[in-house]
């Protein structure tokens, strides 16, 4: 798992998406500070990493890169936020889940 604070490299998005045989990356995405993290096996371990670096668990949420298709999921348990009237696996604020994508695109999508 890797913090990206800034355009990573192809091998960086390669090896983050390792645990998927290539096909997706979990990620954690901090919408204040506008970083990410990838590569672990669950949304969850990717959250934990931006927590320990000093991110605010409000501000982060959880998303899925497919490098493949260069598309952006937004499915994740840790999205599941009863205070932030945001009730399913599923983020529902349309701004909330259009600054996800612009923050994932913009430091993924290098391939």
Known sequence: MIIVREPTTS????EMAE???GLRIKLAVDVTK????GGGELHFDCEQLL????????N???ADWYPLTKEVGFE??????PRQQNM????????????I????RYLLEVM
Not at 51 to 58: K, N
Not at 101 to 104: L, R, S
């Open 101 to 104: 994508e612009k923050i994932v």
């Open 60 to 62: 982060i949420w959880g």
């Open 51 to 58: 927590l320990d670096d000093g991110s605010q668990q409000e």
């Open 34 to 37: 506008e970083i990410l993290a």
């Open 11 to 14: 091998g960086k998005i390669i």
């Open 76 to 81: 994740s348990i840790i999205n599941i936020r």
């Open 19 to 21: 645990p998927f045989f």
């Open 88 to 99: 399913t696996m599923g983020v529902r604020d349309l701004q909330l889940k259009a600054r």
